[in-house]
């Protein structure tokens, strides 16, 4: 055994499951078997145990609910959930709430669990040193970031899945724009129906292209972010090109106004674009650029008031070839910031809104500071806030 002193608890109300984990492990480890919470809680009260492994459905007590007693009766014990997909919300829940340090998904890997075990067993162990529990505690966070990571890298792949059919599907649509004026001269040819009938598919014939193109940017913007999200779960070097040119720019603008479009009708906000003619290459990349812009100006909308006469939100672009930069200016005539809430904006987590997160702003921060820029703010109460954006200019070859 590779401990004589470390007790693994596997409580699974199922025959089968319980022979295949004894016959697996027994050799290995100190193995006790249980058919039920009930019982695992009998069994805790008499014996010391380092880790136990339960499965999460069982009659009685489930997994999670016989881990909650066992968190607060005995804290020092190691904590695993055995479960299958179906049970994601579970496992989430359980491994944010440090109810369990790491989760094993149905059917589990004999080589993957064995490993896991023996790291529990050395959690466990470090409770008997000096800050033994100030550095497990540390150790099951660790494990806890690494479980949620490999979670959130299994969503990134059915993600994956969905935005290849919508891309294939954006790319049938553009059929639509290749018949455009074919479609028109048809319908204009048409005399069965009064010409009322057809005034809208009309108008949609003429945003057309418009909608589709911001279709085309939206889907390739959500496969970065996948990508991005996967690169930084699996920790495989990022290869964007950090360069945007001054069409992009324009696009990343014009992509802002439209995807915020709804919310400004909403709203009754007037967002336009300024200084759009003349745009250098900036060192960022497209998509990096869209999320920033799109962020400020969603935060710009929402800082006006539907009942308020005038609300306008000006996008305005401007360089500076001496210094080397370019800088983007969100300008709202909404309700503007105090100082002291100008002085919070931009942290993690800080929020004015009741459902936000905080993180908006904050990951613009990020974006920006990879490439060397900035986001700062200038705000009045009476008067509004502005948010500029500074980006150095891409170095000539």
């Given at each position: 055994?590779?401990?004589?002193?470390?007790?693994?608890?596997?409580?699974?109300?199922?025959?089968g499951n319980?022979v295949?984990?004894?016959?697996?492990?027994?050799?290995?480890?100190?193995?006790?078997?249980?058919?039920?919470?009930e019982?695992?809680?009998e069994?805790?009260?008499?014996n010391?145990?380092?880790?136990?492994v339960?499965?999460?459905?069982?009659?009685?007590?489930?997994?999670?609910?016989?881990?909650?007693?066992?968190?607060?009766?005995?804290?020092?014990?190691?904590?695993?959930?055995?479960?299958?997909?179906?049970?994601?919300?579970?496992?989430?829940?359980?491994?944010?709430?440090?109810?369990?340090?790491?989760y094993?998904?149905?059917?589990?890997?004999?080589?993957?669990?064995?490993?896991?075990?023996?790291?529990?067993?050395e959690?466990?162990?470090?409770?008997?040193?000096?800050?033994g529990?100030?550095?497990?505690?540390?150790?099951?966070?660790?494990?806890?970031?690494?479980?949620?990571?490999?979670?959130?890298?299994?969503?990134?792949?059915?993600?994956?899945?969905?935005?290849s059919?919508?891309?294939?599907?954006?790319?049938?649509?553009?059929?639509?724009?290749?018949?455009?004026?074919?479609?028109?001269?048809?319908?204009?040819?048409?005399?069965?129906r009064?010409?009322?009938?057809?005034?809208?598919?009309?108008?949609?014939?003429?945003?057309?292209?418009?909608?589709?193109?911001?279709l085309?940017?939206?889907?390739?913007?959500?496969?970065?972010?996948?990508?991005?999200?996967?690169?930084?779960?699996?920790?495989?070097?990022?290869?964007?090109?950090m360069?945007?040119a001054?069409?992009?720019?324009?696009?990343a603008?014009?992509?802002?106004?439209?995807?915020?479009?709804?919310?400004?009708?909403?709203?009754?906000?007037?967002v336009r674009?300024?200084?759009?003619?003349s745009?250098?290459?900036?060192?960022?990349?497209?998509?990096d650029?869209?999320?920033?812009?799109?962020?400020?100006?969603?935060?710009?909308?929402q800082?006006?008031?539907?009942?308020?006469?005038?609300?306008?939100v000006?996008?305005?672009?401007?360089?500076?070839?001496?210094?080397?930069?370019?800088?983007?200016s969100v300008?709202?005539?909404?309700?503007?910031?105090?100082p002291?809430?100008?002085?919070?904006?931009g942290?993690?987590?800080?929020?004015?809104?009741?459902?936000?997160t905080?993180?908006?702003?904050?990951?613009c921060?990020?974006?920006?500071?990879?490439v060397?820029?900035s986001?700062?703010?200038?705000?009045?109460?009476t008067?509004?806030?502005?948010?500029?954006?500074?980006?150095?200019?891409v170095?000539?070859?």
């Open positions: 055994m590779e401990s004589s002193n470390g007790t693994i608890l596997y409580v699974d109300d199922e025959v319980r295949v984990f004894d016959a697996t492990f027994a050799d290995d480890f100190d193995i006790v078997l249980v058919d039920s919470g019982t695992a809680l069994y805790l009260e008499e010391e145990v380092a880790i136990i339960s499965d999460q459905r069982m009659p009685g007590l489930s997994g999670d609910e016989l881990l909650t007693q066992v968190r607060q009766r005995w804290p020092r014990t190691i904590r695993l959930i055995v479960t299958g997909y179906a049970d994601v919300d579970t496992i989430l829940r359980a491994v944010n709430e440090g109810l369990v340090a790491r094993v998904v149905k059917p589990w890997d004999q080589h993957q669990l064995r490993d896991i075990l023996r790291w529990g067993l959690a466990y162990d470090l409770t008997a040193q000096d800050h529990e100030v550095i497990q505690a540390r150790l099951i966070e660790s494990e806890k970031l690494a479980s949620l990571g490999a979670m959130h890298l299994s969503f990134m792949h059915e993600i994956g899945t969905l935005l059919y919508m891309t294939s599907s954006v790319a049938e649509l553009n059929t639509i724009v290749e018949y455009q004026e074919d479609l028109v001269e048809v319908i204009g040819a048409d005399s069965s009064p010409s009322e009938h057809w005034h809208p598919l009309l108008s949609f014939l003429n945003d057309s292209a418009e909608i589709l193109e911001n085309n940017v939206g889907t390739s913007l959500l496969s970065h972010l996948r990508a991005e999200v996967t690169r930084l779960i699996s920790g495989v070097p990022g290869s964007t090109t360069e945007c001054g069409d992009d720019v324009r696009r603008v014009e992509f802002a106004i439209s995807a915020n479009r709804a919310e400004a009708v909403l709203t009754k906000v007037d674009s300024e200084s759009l003619a745009v250098p290459p900036v060192a960022i990349s497209v998509e650029l869209m999320q920033v812009i799109i962020n400020l100006t969603r935060n710009a909308i800082s006006h008031s539907p009942d308020a006469q005038g609300n306008e000006i996008i305005r672009v401007t360089s500076e070839l001496d210094k080397r930069v370019a800088t983007i300008i709202d005539n909404g309700e503007g910031m105090s002291e809430l100008l002085s919070k904006v942290r993690q987590f800080h929020t004015t809104k009741k459902t936000g905080g993180l908006g702003t904050y990951r921060r990020i974006l920006l500071s990879r060397g820029g986001l700062t703010y200038q705000s009045d109460l008067k509004g806030t502005t948010a500029t954006i500074t980006l150095p200019l170095e000539e070859a």
